[in-house]
Nanobody, 111 residues
Framework: QVQLVESGGGLVQPGGSLNLSCVASVNIFSPYTMAWYRQAPGKQRELVASITGGRTLYADSVSGRFTISRDANTVYLQMKNLKLEDTAVYYC????????WGQGTQVTVSS
């Protein structure tokens, strides 16, 4: 069983930055995908960014502002130039033979 613990969420003004981290209880083999999803109130959960080996994928809405990276057991999301519409609960996701989810961390962008 893989446990995922996110951290780094909080309240930030528009244009600000936040860095999210998600630590897994075990090392995640590089070919397995690690990702960040988010869910805003009243909306479906959506993919923000993923990383598989060295390949990254970003939602159009965050491309150029967010950067995903990883090491042996942690996935990071560096978020810059945050916008009001980035407000959501951000979830860490790991895809092995089973899909694992973290408990989520709130990101609020507000002036």
């Amino acid at each position: 069983q893989v446990q995922l613990v996110e951290s780094g969420g909080g309240l930030v003004q528009p244009g600000g930055s936040l860095n999210l981290s998600c630590v897994a209880s075990v090392n995640i083999f590089s070919p397995y995908t690690m990702a960040w999803y988010r869910q805003a109130p009243g909306k479906q959960r959506e993919l923000v960014a993923s990383i598989t080996g060295g390949r990254t994928l970003y939602a159009d809405s965050v491309s150029g502002r967010f950067t995903i990276s990883r090491d042996a057991n942690t996935v990071y999301l560096q978020m810059k130039n945050l916008k009001l519409e980035d407000t959501a609960v951000y979830y860490c996701n790991v895809q092995t033979r089973v899909v694992w989810w973290g408990q989520g961390t709130q990101v609020t962008v507000s002036s």
